[in-house]
């Protein structure tokens, strides 16, 4: 195995950048974490509502 400079690291990885796609998996975890805050949010909120009756 030869040791390959941070030059031709850098290059590569920049050259595969492209080919990596769209990033799914982190639309959708962003998505869920999203969601859960406005959940969570609503529901600590919730109990904070004063009732006068």
């Known amino acids: 195995m030869e040791p390959h ?3 031709a690291w ?6 595969a950048a492209p080919r990596q796609g769209s990033g799914d998996l982190l639309k959708v975890v962003l998505v869920v974490m999203f969601l859960g805050c406005i959940l ?3 529901f600590l909120l919730r109990g904070y509502k004063q009732k006068d009756d």
């Not at 850098?10 to 050259?15: D, H, K, V």
Request: aromatic share 8%.
């Open 40 to 42: 969570t949010a609503w």
């Open 10 to 15: 850098l290059a590569e990885a920049a050259s």
């Open 5 to 7: 400079s941070a030059a």
